[in-house]
């Protein structure tokens, strides 16, 4: 069966400054995966000052996903990736930036760059897939824009974007 990469993207908006949003977004911890609605484990592995590995564990329709993901970080850009290194969706990579909006807001732009079995032909199946993967991932960051507008004190009035 042919791999096919579905790509999507969204963009979540934040009641904080860029340079904020992108310090919070990049301190993991293993406590990330419940801030997301997910029920699960994670370890982090620092393998450099600009690179680590996550490891999660996460129950899914009553089994266990293990996802092993290569995170490297852009500060000067304010951009990061997160690419599968092992796990269902490997070489999977997910682009994040966050773009200033003034001196009080930023936005995170993301695309998603995920690689499925994909039969030839099933053009629908394919659109259905990336609208799901786009709703799943925009509802935890939702969550997570949450967070961190209540960890750092702002307002929680957040809203999304979302584009093919």
């Not at 963009?11 to 990330?32: G, I, L, M, R």
């Not at 600009?50 to 995170?71: H, Y």
């Not at 200033?100 to 039969?119: I, V």
Request: net charge positive.
């Amino acid at each position: 069966m042919p791999i096919r990469s579905i790509r999507y993207k969204f963009s979540q908006h934040f009641n904080v400054p860029a340079e904020e949003a992108y310090k919070w977004c990049t301190d993991y911890d293993p406590n990330d995966l419940p801030l997301m609605g997910e029920k699960g484990k994670r370890k982090i592995e620092w393998i450099a000052d600009d690179a680590l590995m996550l490891i999660d564990s996460t129950q899914k329709n009553g089994g266990t996903l293990s996802k092993k993901k290569l995170v490297r970080l852009f500060p000067s850009t304010l951009s990061w990736t997160n690419t599968h290194v092992a796990g269902p969706y490997k070489y999977s990579q997910f682009l994040y930036k966050i773009i200033s909006e003034g001196k009080s807001a930023s936005r995170l732009e993301f695309t998603g760059l995920q690689l499925e079995n994909y039969e030839e032909g099933d053009k629908q199946n394919l659109r259905s897939l990336s609208s799901r993967l786009r709703k799943e991932d925009s509802g935890a960051w939702k969550l997570l824009a949450k967070q961190l507008e209540k960890d750092l004190g702002r307002s929680r009035n957040s809203s999304l974007f979302m584009s093919r």
